[in-house]
């Protein structure tokens, strides 16, 4: 039975233990591995400047340079600048650490902000999950 206190990891018997859920500040993350070492973090609510620190730490506590990392923000009711500046990290930080990463998004609440700063063309951002995972997965 998996802990609902997004402070405790959750151990598995696979060799790669599973990445940790997280509920935070109207922010949830339901995360799951793929196809190997690809982490598939489902975020919904809302990514602001209360929820943005939590993501930023969820998220390096969770990516090596050897596993993929898909955010699915589908579930996302808002994206504010503190959500922004996240993406706009994790974005250099994989160029810097060859961390192979995308985003899925459909949403205009999350493709809106990324196409009015400018961020969609630093990221890659697809359709689906099934979608993401593989590209992530070719990339590696």
Known sequence: MRSTD???????????????SLDSHGMRID???RSGDVVVAHVSG???LLSAPELRQWVEQSTTAA?????????VGFLGSAGLSVLAELAEKAAHDKL???????KRV??????A????????????????????????
């Open 31 to 33: 995360a799951e591995r």
């Open 6 to 20: 997004p402070n405790i990891l959750t151990s598995q018997s696979t060799p790669a233990a599973e990445p940790r």
């Open 67 to 75: 596993s993929g990392l898909v955010l699915d923000f589908d579930g």
């Open 100 to 106: 192979t990463w995308a985003v899925v998004a459909t």
């Open 117 to 140: 700063t400018g961020l969609v063309a630093q990221m890659p951002v697809y359709s689906s999950v099934d979608d993401a995972v593989k590209a992530v997965t070719d990339g590696e």
């Open 46 to 48: 809302e990514v602001d």
């Open 110 to 115: 999350v493709l809106r902000p990324l196409e």
